[in-house]
């Protein structure tokens, strides 16, 4: 799938498109459609509902997106959050050093030392993309984007968050006291995060401001080797990228032997397990563009101890992306913050004086968007279709009345209200031939078409029809709600009655 084509697609069908575009738009930003807000807030939804019901003492916070310099300094973004930039001679423009080399030699040189980045841009002789001036030495550029807040002599210098995982952190001590003081204990955050990326990229891959969900579990590390829940997983099969075995692409392993063999403690490795069940049971992400990729000791920040991202395969960006990660950020940032603020993070477990650790899952909203677009379009001979799955898609069906006359608009509006009424995402279209209709969700991916038809006037039966097999059956009014739950649930359309042409 061509990256133009899903750009275009995106923008024609209401999903996203650069932001301020009456203008002439700034790289990195982007808005949502009316059908991408309904994808987002769903994907959204599916997170929480699966990551939060991981424990029974997690919850969703929110916190501010400003903060103050001390809590970034206190979390190391101020001197660690950094960049490798080279900056031209002759024009002066300026590009992430690691991008410039990938772009060349397609293959991925994050995290590499400067000075080694610096000799492999003299050694394939890399000139300016722009003005082919030649490029100084690669140089660190911070990411994060300052704001001022009041004025005079109150003037204080903050910062926009980097990460969502900050407002968790900051709020650790309150939540814990608030909640019932047992761990683990999980803070939850799907909120914006804000990087002054160098070269923003491929749309909703590499933005400066773009969605986070994540979700920091607080737990005692003498607890690391243990989870109670670990037997549901342990003959669970990862899809492993690891860094010993690169050539492999994708090595299949089950949880204990991620454990005995790559010598990962238990509470990780059930993490990577949800982890992958999210995306292959909840997200209905194909198995084969799935995987979990180690990172090499120079890749991983230096305060993970794990660090394992979470890829998926999509041709329109060149392959494996990574759309979130499982990293174990051990004390780091509790400690950061109770010896900069003063407040004690460390807590009393049954007498015993504990500094959490964090095991944290952090994903991408606007990636997974991404990835869920481009892994959901099929073009085919009579239509182009996005067959999201089922509950990821913008509605759960369309309302057709056959046509506008003789009663059976106002029939399908009585249904409409009551799909409504029954908590279904339905929206109505009464506008030109019912062929057009069906091809106009099919574009956005809507699952279910709902037809009412003179029939249904006498013997109050509609048509249900499928957008994947555009298979037809005809159910009773009455029994809608209840087919429709199931048919969103993932049976197939054959379960309610025989197929109609
Ligand atoms: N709290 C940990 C953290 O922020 P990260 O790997 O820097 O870790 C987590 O970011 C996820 O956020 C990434 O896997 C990616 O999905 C998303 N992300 C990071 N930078 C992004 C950007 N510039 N544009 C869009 N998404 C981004």
Request: aromatic share 10%; hydrophobic share 40%.
């Amino acid at each position: 799938m061509e990256y133009e084509k899903i750009m275009d697609m995106a923008k024609r069908r209401g999903i996203f498109w650069q932001s301020a575009g009456i203008y002439k738009p700034v790289a990195g930003f982007y808005d949502y459609g009316h059908i991408g807000t309904l994808i987002k807030r769903r994907w959204e939804n599916l997170w929480r509902e699966f990551f939060l019901g991981l424990g029974d003492n997690y919850y969703e916070i929110q916190a501010s997106v400003i903060m103050p310099e001390d809590v970034f300094r206190a979390s190391g973004h101020l001197e660690s959050f950094l960049d490798p930039v080279a900056k031209c001679g002759k024009c002066g423009n300026v590009e992430r050093a690691d991008h410039i080399l990938e772009d060349l030699l397609k293959e991925s040189f994050e995290g590499m030392a400067k000075a080694e980045l610096t000799a492999l841009i003299r050694k394939h002789n890399i000139k300016c993309e722009k003005c082919k001036g030649s490029l100084g030495d690669v140089e660190d550029r911070n990411l994060m984007f300052p704001v001022s807040i009041g004025t005079g002599k109150d003037k204080k210098s903050a910062y926009l968050t980097g990460e969502t995982a900050q407002g968790a952190y900051v709020n650790f001590k309150l939540m814990f006291d608030v909640l019932r003081r047992r761990l683990p204990m999980g803070l939850a955050i799907v909120g914006k995060a804000f990087r002054h990326e160098i070269s923003p990229r491929q749309a909703l891959i590499r933005m400066r401001e773009f969605t986070q969900a994540e979700l920091q579990i607080f737990f005692d590390s003498d607890a690391i080797n243990k989870h109670p829940r670990f037997d549901e997983v342990g003959s669970y099969k990862l899809r492993l990228h690891t860094t010993k075995n690169k050539s492999a692409g994708v090595e299949e392993m089950s949880c204990h032997d991620a454990v005995k063999g790559l010598h990962l403690p238990e509470f990780y490795v059930y993490h990577l397990a949800r982890v992958q069940q999210f995306y292959l049971d909840v997200l209905a992400v194909p198995e084969k563009a799935f995987r979990l990729r180690e990172l090499s000791a120079e890749e991983k920040a230096f305060y993970n101890k794990y660090h394992w991202d979470i890829q998926l395969n999509m041709e329109s960006v060149g392959g494996w992306k990574e759309v979130g990660g499982v990293h174990y950020r051990a004390d780091h940032d509790l400690k950061g913050h109770g010896e900069a603020s003063g407040t004690a993070m460390a807590v009393n477990i049954e007498g015993k004086s504990v500094l959490p650790h964090v095991i944290e899952i952090s994903m991408g909203v606007d990636r997974n968007v991404y990835a869920l677009v481009e892994l959901s379009y099929r073009e085919e001979k009579e239509r182009d279709v996005l067959a999201f799955p089922r509950k990821v898609a913008p509605f759960d069906a369309g309302i057709f009345p056959l046509v506008n006359k003789d009663g059976l608009e106002e029939k399908a509006r009585e249904i409409y209200e009551f799909l409504r009424g029954e908590g279904f995402q339905v929206f109505f279209d009464s506008s030109g031939s019912i062929g057009r209709r069906y091809r106009r969700i099919d574009e956005v991916g809507v699952p279910a078409g709902i037809t009412i038809d003179y029939d249904t006037l006498k013997d109050n039966d509609v048509t249900l029809r499928d957008r994947d097999s555009m298979k037809q059956v005809r159910v009773k009014i009455k029994d809608m709600p209840a087919v429709l739950r199931r048919f969103l649930g993932g049976e197939s359309v054959s379960a309610f009655g025989e197929f109609i042409n």
